[in-house]
T-cell receptor
Framework: NAGVTQTPKFRVLKTGQSMTLLCAQDMNHEYMYWYRQDPGMGLRLIHYSVGEGTTAKGEVPDGYNVSRLKKQNFLLGLESAAPSQTSVYFC???????????????FGAGSRLTVL | KQEVTQIPAALSVPEGENLVLNCSFTDSAIYNLQWFRQDPGKGLTSLLLIQSSQREQTSGRLNASLDKSSGRSTLYIAASQPGDSATYLCAAIGTGAGSYQLTFGKGTKLSVIP
């Protein structure tokens, strides 16, 4: 049981380059999320999805796009990377809305992105 | 806007001590509060979730309490062990339009000294 898998784990980009982070979950979860974690800032929600084909903006969506074409995958794209997007990105998923009942978020191991 | 604060930012204790980590939130209209553990270079692992109707949750040596009226939650770790060394984060889950968004604190970095 792999849980939540993020690829790549590390990536270095130059300003203006584009890339896509892939999040895959094998738990049949409806809800998926992308967070970024920065020193001194805590984790902040970028985008989320409440089911296949849906996406919504979180707290810090600017500069990112997402897609959820398949239930098990949630892609985070950077069209034109900027140094301010240097961060550790975490994907998470849940069967129900976060905290509902006994279900909790399951996190991936993170993707460390550096933009030069 | 919900704000979550964790104090202290770092804590170092000798093995075997009982300890308390604090979490405060500004908006008491929360749905749930969740405690996570994060090991260096790793993702977050859920420890305990307290629903708004509950006062506390227990799992092994961990006990988390929630007082919505005062905007506070505490995580109590009994008989600490070196393996407990990690960063502990709390997250408040909002209601209504904020129900999909966890607001995280910045964490407390715990070091348990053998």
């Amino acid at each position: 049981n792999a849980g939540v898998t993020q690829t790549p784990k590390f990536r270095v980009l130059k300003t203006g380059q584009s890339m896509t982070l892939l999040c895959a979950q094998d738990m049949n979860h409806e809800y998926m999320y992308w967070y970024r974690q920065d020193p001194g800032m805590g984790l902040r929600l970028i985008h989320y999805s409440v089911g296949e084909g849906t996406t919504a903006k979180g707290e810090v969506p600017d500069g990112y796009n997402v897609s959820r074409l398949k239930k098990q995958n949630f892609l985070l794209g950077l069209e034109s990377a900027a140094p301010s997007q240097t961060s550790v990105y975490f994907c998470a998923s849940s069967y129900t809305p976060p905290g509902y009942g006994a279900n909790v978020l399951t996190f991936g191991a993170g993707s460390r992105l550096t933009v030069l | 806007k919900q704000e979550v604060t964790q104090i202290p930012a770092a804590l170092s204790v000798p093995e075997g001590e009982n300890l308390v980590l604090n979490c405060s939130f500004t908006d008491s209209a929360i749905y749930n509060l969740q405690w996570f553990r994060q090991d260096p270079g790793k993702g977050l692992t859920s420890l305990l979730l307290i629903q708004s109707s509950q006062r506390e949750q227990t799992s092994g040596r961990l006990n988390a309490s929630l007082d919505k009226s005062s905007g506070r939650s505490t995580l109590y770790i009994a008989a600490s062990q070196p393996g407990d060394s990690a960063t502990y984060l709390c997250a408040a889950i909002g209601t209504g339009a904020g129900s999909y968004q966890l607001t995280f604190g910045k964490g407390t970095k715990l070091s348990v000294i053998p």
